[in-house]
């Protein structure tokens, strides 16, 4: 089994900044994409950001410019660092990745348990 652990939301004002953390553990060869998700109230998840194990990254239009991912592959480990947080972006934020448990498995993918960041206005 793989899971993904998250961390580091939390409540802050409009114009603050917030890092969030996942560690993935157990069966774990390789992981190719690790990313971040979210979804607001009443809303479909949503791409944030993701980064490949080469550091290729790619964000959504909403947070290009104010959000950094980055990855420790040694740790298997993703972080997003959120700056000049505004209101639109509360929500649950959620870690991704696509695992691959042996050299013949194939990448599958899974999420964390989500991790809320609300900014207030």
């Known amino acids: 089994q793989v899971q993904l652990v998250e961390s580091g939301g939390g409540l802050v004002q409009a114009g603050g900044s917030l890092r969030l953390s996942c560690a993935a553990s157990?069966?774990?060869?390789?992981?190719?994409?690790m990313g971040w998700y979210r979804q607001a109230p009443g809303k479909q998840r949503e791409l944030v950001a993701t980064?490949?194990?080469?550091?290729?990254?790619n964000y959504a239009d909403s947070v290009e410019g104010r959000c950094t991912v980055s990855r420790d592959n040694a740790k298997n480990t993703v972080y997003l660092q959120m700056n000049s947080l505004k209101p639109e972006d509360t929500a649950v934020y959620y870690c991704y990745a696509r695992v691959s448990r042996s050299f013949s498995d194939p990448y599958t993918a899974y999420w964390g348990q989500g991790t809320q960041a609300t900014v207030s206005s």
């Open positions: 157990g069966s774990i060869f390789s992981i190719n994409v």
């Open positions: 980064i490949t194990s080469s550091g290729r990254t």
